[in-house]
Nanobody, 118 residues
Framework: QVQLVESGGGLVQAGGSLRLSCAAS????????MGWYRQAPGKQRELVAA???????NYADSVKGRFTISRDSAKNTVYLQMNSLQAEDTAGYYC????????????WGQGTQVTVSS
């Protein structure tokens, strides 16, 4: 089992910045992927960014150039630095963890709300 604890959401004005953190604990496999999905009311869940344990990164087109994902492998923690936030970024943000043992079932954090006021 893997537990994920998120922090860092909140309310920010358009153009502002927020930094999300997600700390993983439990049965962490050395080869894994961590990242963030988001879901806004009435919209489908979308992958925001992901980073593998060897540093491979993937971003949604909508956040490229504005968001930066990083990780501290020693702390099993992933970060999402969000700059130039827009109202369209308002959503619940959910951290996830996956490895070869989790199969099709990711582990999920409890979610943190990001609200951007225009």
């Amino acid at each position: 089992q893997v537990q994920l604890v998120e922090s860092g959401g909140g309310l920010v004005q358009a153009g502002g910045s927020l930094r999300l953190s997600c700390a993983a604990s439990g049965s962490i496999f050395i080869i894994n992927t961590m990242g963030w999905y988001r879901q806004a009311p009435g919209k489908q869940r979308e992958l925001v960014a992901a980073i593998t344990s060897n540093g491979r990164i993937n971003y949604a087109d909508s956040v490229k150039g504005r968001f930066t994902i990083s990780r501290d492998s020693a702390k099993n923690t992933v970060y999402l630095q969000m700059n130039s936030l827009q109202a369209e970024d308002t959503a619940g943000y959910y951290c996830y963890y996956s490895d070869i043992y989790s199969g099709d079932n990711n582990y999920w954090g409890q979610g943190t709300q990001v609200t951007v006021s225009s």
